[in-house]
């Protein structure tokens, strides 16, 4: 088992272009959680999901931020018009339960690194 | 409201010292916590959680409901242990702390 994939691991992205980042979990994991660790900072919710379904969104910002889940493919963290403040890891962990289960484990990836110019 | 503090950004000790981390969290139900550990070049993991009451690389964490504390603790530090550590509340989702950087020099 490969683990969580992440890709890319860096982004470099222009003030108003859109970064994509993506998550492949862990075989037989469909819980997906992804998290921003801006600097100075420790990681901060933002969003969990199931398959094809958002669970809870109340980490992600109002505007420009959306994530899937698809049936088939990896999850998506999407960021439309991307400005200085985005500069983060972005960081992705997948679970075999539901999120506040008891001996939940979340496996995390190796992040993105998004660099915003 | 539902927090994780860990007061120490970062520390130094020499190998063989002890080593105490901090945490303290603020929730109001039954917590469940964790640590997880970030090595130099690789992915975050987890360490413990305090349900298993395990050891893990020598490391231990008391769940102190009282001082709703979390401490990470190990006797003897070993340069293999400088990392990342972060301090995790588990309610509905996970809530970490900023993490305390520990560096232990030979």
């Known amino acids: 088992n490969a683990g969580v994939m992440q890709n890319p691991r860096h982004l470099v992205r222009r003030r108003g272009q859109e970064a994509r980042l993506r998550c492949s979990p862990m075989?037989?994991?469909?819980?997906v959680y992804w998290y921003r660790q801006l600097p100075e900072e420790g990681l901060k919710f933002m969003v969990y999901?199931?398959?094809?379904?958002?669970?809870?969104e109340s980490g992600m910002p109002k505007e420009r931020f959306s994530a899937e889940f698809p049936k088939e493919g990896p999850s998506i963290l999407r960021i439309q018009q991307v400005v200085r403040g985005d500069s983060a890891a972005y960081f992705c962990?997948?679970?075999?339960?539901?999120?506040?289960?008891?001996?939940?484990?979340?496996?995390f990836g190796p992040g993105t690194r998004l660099t915003v110019l | 409201a539902q927090r994780v503090t860990q007061p120490e950004k970062l520390l130094s000790v020499f190998k063989g010292a002890p080593v105490e981390l901090k945490c303290n969290y603020s929730?109001?139900?039954?917590?469940?916590l964790f640590w997880y550990v970030q090595y130099s070049r690789q992915r975050l993991q987890l360490l413990l959680r305090?349900?298993s009451r395990e050891s893990i690389k020598g490391f231990t964490a008391d769940l102190n409901k009282g001082e709703t504390s979390f401490h990470l603790k190990k006797p003897f530090a070993q340069e293999e242990d400088s990392a990342m550590y972060y301090c995790?509340?588990?309610?509905?989702?996970?809530?970490f702390g900023t993490g305390t950087r520990l560096q232990v020099f030979p």
């Open positions: 962990a997948s679970s075999p339960l539901a999120s506040g289960s008891s001996y939940n484990e979340q496996f």
């Open positions: 075989k037989g994991h469909s819980h």
């Open positions: 999901l199931q398959k094809e379904n958002i669970i809870d």
């Open positions: 929730y109001s139900g039954s917590p469940e």
């Open positions: 305090h349900i």
């Open positions: 995790a509340l588990n309610t509905d989702k996970l809530i």
